[in-house]
Nanobody, 124 residues
Framework: QVQLVESGGGLVQPGGSLRLSCAAS????????IGWSRQAPGKEREGVSC????????YYADSVKGRFTISRDNAKNTVYLQMNSLKPEDTAVYYC?????????????????WGQGTQVTVSS
């Protein structure tokens, strides 16, 4: 049974930082890709970042490039999203998602498994 559990969300002031964690378990495949997506009220789910298992390649949406960093600790089966210089428009529920035996991508539709989401609120 595949499970993804996000943590690390919360309330932060503009310009602040948060680090989100995604703990994965239950995979039977030898490798998988992990992506982060977010959804703000009234908006479609948007791909934010992803990291591949095959070569560790990373990708970012233009809106977060240079501010967010995704990383992976395979020994701990955990993926992190370091978010710096946060802006009010980053406010959303952030979801961790996984797809086995697949390269990563920013399109949410490619992911098979999803976590429950963690709220990130950037406000003064």
């Amino acid at each position: 049974q595949v499970q993804l559990v996000e943590s690390g969300g919360g309330l932060v002031q503009p310009g602040g930082s948060l680090r989100l964690s995604c703990a994965a378990s239950g995979f039977t495949s030898d490798y998988y890709a992990i992506g982060w997506s977010r959804q703000a009220p009234g908006k479609e789910r948007e791909g934010v970042s992803c990291i591949s298992d095959s070569d560790g390649s990373t990708y970012y949406a233009d809106s977060v490039k240079g501010r967010f960093t995704i990383s992976r600790d395979n020994a701990k089966n955990t993926v992190y999203l370091q978010m710096n210089s946060l802006k009010p428009e980053d406010t959303a529920v952030y979801y961790c998602a996984a797809v086995p035996a697949h390269g990563c991508g920013l399109t949410p539709d490619i992911y098979h498994y999803w976590g429950q989401g963690t709220q990130v609120t950037v406000s003064s």
